[in-house]
């Protein structure tokens, strides 16, 4: 069936992008096509031909990678790196041969000789890698090096993990890698901010005397105590004088009005501005229509910024203590 395409292909046919270049392709060459019996064509036959080789029974129990092979390699490798290092960082490792402060941690990987951690000339090697020992000027050095330098330019803190990863290794590398950045004046001076910037800051103004301005909050859920599980807390920003007032957690707009009026207002009278948090109780239509009424400011903190009215929830602190 091998003539089938030459067959098809004798016929006219939309072709294909891939068609349509081999046709251009074909243009170039002057060439004859001459049919050929299989049994003759002995080379081309046995091309197409799959192989029939029986290949059950090969290739079974054959360890690629035999043990003795990979502890020779591997501690080949591992001495010539280790004299790499030496030659590279005559310096430094000059400083750690004569520091032989190690954490716990370290010399028990020693003491177990488990072929990852090995020592060479007071040098202890840790997965490769030189162990820097547990000297923080010896370190703040290495740190130094591997960030400061002009042709390094001050990596952030996964290059410059992957620079000191590649020869040297401590306890907690990561970590004194993050607090080196951090402290780095030109990285924090020149740094990068990705962020909107943050809108201006507006204080509340203030009071110009006693009880012109309150803030108003309630604490709930507590303990039920003669059918009520919540306290009114209001404050005067001026003297910072407090009244308390027990309520329940679904007080109304009109329950707060009441509170006002018999507990602050014929004491204190009635305030220029009223500071809340977005409650439904402080928020509704009618709070905002009878504050209107009376001339008063009613201000309302921003959504899920407690900080706003923070006087009011140290207050509530305190209070909280206590109960």
Known sequence: MDHENLKYFREPHKL??????????LQDYD?????ILGKTNTKADILSQ???????????DIQLLKNEMWTRKTTA?????????MTEESDIIKKIQKNNIREKEVVQALEKNNGLTWEED???YMEERVYMPNNKELRKEILKKHHDPADIGHPEQHRMMKLLKRTYWWPGLKEDVKRYIQGCFKCQQNKVQH?????????LEIPQGPWQEISIDIIGLLPKSNGMNAIVVIVDRFTKMIRLKTTTTNV???RIVKIYRDDIWKLHGIPRKILSNRGPQFASKFMEEFTKALGTKRQ??????PQTDSQTERINQEIGTFL
């Open 16 to 25: 294909n992008g891939q068609q349509a270049r081999w046709y251009l392709k």
């Open 31 to 35: 060439f004859t096509l001459k049919h």
């Open 50 to 60: 799959k192989d029939q080789v029986n290949t059950k029974e090969d290739n079974k």
């Open 77 to 85: 490798k591992v001495i010539m790196l280790g004299r790499k290092i």
């Open 122 to 124: 007071r040098v202890a």
């Open 195 to 203: 962020q909107r910037k943050a809108g201006e800051l507006h204080p």
């Open 252 to 254: 109304s707009s009109e």
């Open 300 to 305: 309302l903190s921003t959504a899920y910024h």
